[in-house]
């Protein structure tokens, strides 16, 4: 059972930068997916950003997208997510998740594709 550990997050103001943390205990393969969702009070979990293990080809939500960068560390098997330019609507609990093996496209933002999560991690904008 693979674990991911977050760590980061808290209260910032609007425009300000922070970053996310996610070590995963193992990895189960070489082509996993690895990313971040978000989910605000009353609301469906969102994709936020997913990157591939293998290769680094990242993706991003379009609400995120310029000010949102996500990326991996190969030898430890840590994602990473700098956000920058944040705003009140970016106020979630952010997951970290993985895949147990490769997905398509298709399927890299939809929280049911993910075989993994974190325990999530608050993070609060004020205006």
């Known amino acids: 059972q693979v674990q991911l550990v977050e760590s980061g997050g808290g209260l910032v103001q609007t425009g300000d930068s922070m970053r996310l943390s996610c070590a995963a205990s193992e990895r189960s393969a070489n082509n996993i997916v690895m990313g971040w969702f978000r989910q605000a009070p009353g609301k469906e979990r969102e994709f936020v950003a997913a990157?591939?293990?293998?290769?680094?080809?990242?993706y991003y939500a379009d609400s995120v997208k310029g000010r949102f960068t996500i990326s991996r560390d190969s030898a430890k098997t840590t994602i990473f997510l700098q956000m920058s330019a944040l705003k009140p609507e970016d106020t979630a609990v952010y997951y970290c998740s993985s895949t147990r093996w490769g997905i398509p496209l298709t399927a890299l933002r939809f929280p049911s594709s993910y075989h993994y999560w974190g325990q999530g991690t608050q993070i609060t904008v004020s205006s």
């Open positions: 990157i591939r293990w293998s290769g680094g080809h990242t």
